[in-house]
C-alpha cells in the first residue's frame, strides 16, 4: 500500500507531538494527534511503506509493540488522513 501526498495548499503546523492541518483550498483545519502526525511524517518520508512497515516504524517511535489494537489504531489514523485529504491512498 502506498500512500502518496496530495499538492500543494496544505500548511502544517506542529507543537510538541501533535499538529493542526490547513487546506488552504477547502479552509478546513484538522487536529492531528501524535499517531496521526507520526503516520502523515511517516509517508511524507518514505510514500512506499506498507502498513506493517508503517505500523512498525510508529511503534518504535512510540516505544510499543505493534499490537491488534496499535494496527487497528494505525489503520484508522490511516483513514482519517485520507478522508480528509492529506494522503492519498494508491
Keep these: 500500500m502506498t500512500h502518496t501526498v496530495p499538492p500543494r495548499g496544505w500548511l502544517l503546523r506542529t507543537w510538541d507531538d501533535e ?3 490547513f487546506d488552504a483550498a477547502s479552509g478546513d483545519t484538522h487536529y492531528l494527534r501524535p499517531l496521526t502526525r507520526t503516520l502523515f511524517e ?3 518520508a518514505d510514500p512506499g511503506l ?3 512497515a508503517l505500523a ?3 511503534a ?3 516505544g510499543v ?3 491488534p489494537a496499535f494496527l487497528d489504531a494505525v489503520r484508522e ?3 482519517s488522513l485520507q478522508r480528509i ?3 492519498q491512498a494508491p
Design 56 to 58: 512498525a516504524r510508529a
Design 65 to 67: 509493540d505493534t499490537s
Design 85 to 87: 485529504g492529506l494522503l
Design 60 to 62: 518504535a517511535s512510540f
Design 77 to 79: 489514523g490511516l483513514e
Design 50 to 52: 506498507d502498513l506493517a
Design 19 to 21: 499538529a493542526v492541518a
Design 42 to 44: 511517516a509517508c511524507q
